[in-house]
């Protein structure tokens, strides 16, 4: 079992950038896969992008390809997702979600969840 804690989020113009982090204090965290996802109000949660354990493969939603970076650093025991050129469709809160299984694109594979980070992008 892990506890996910985000931050990073916040209000930015479009075209800015935002890091958004998943943090957990549990050691065994980098051996779980972890996905980022996104849920705009009165839609669904939609994934996002997602890294496997070894953080070697990453997987993007093609809204967000060659935008958004999905990273770990095992020292700090965080993964990160990296926000450039930000527009405001982006607008969602964000959570981090992770499984100690095979990276997934499926919101309902994963069994742990942050809190949710909200991000607003102004126009």
């Known amino acids: 079992q892990v506890h996910l804690v985000e931050s990073g989020g916040g209000l930015v113009q479009a075209g800015g950038s935002l890091r958004l982090s998943c943090a957990a204090s549990?050691?065994?965290?980098?051996?779980?896969?972890v996905g980022w996802f996104r849920q705009a109000p009165g839609k669904e949660r939609d994934f996002v992008a997602a890294l496997t354990w070894t953080g070697s493969s990453t997987y993007y939603a093609d809204s967000v390809k060659g935008r958004f970076t999905i990273s770990r650093d095992r020292a700090e025991n965080t993964v990160y997702l990296q926000m450039n050129s930000l527009k405001p469709e982006d607008t969602a809160v964000y959570y981090c979600a992770a499984r100690h299984a095979v990276v997934s694109r499926n919101v309902r594979d994963y069994d742990f969840w942050g809190q949710g980070s909200q991000v607003t992008v102004s126009s």
């Open positions: 549990e050691r065994t965290f980098g051996s779980y896969a």
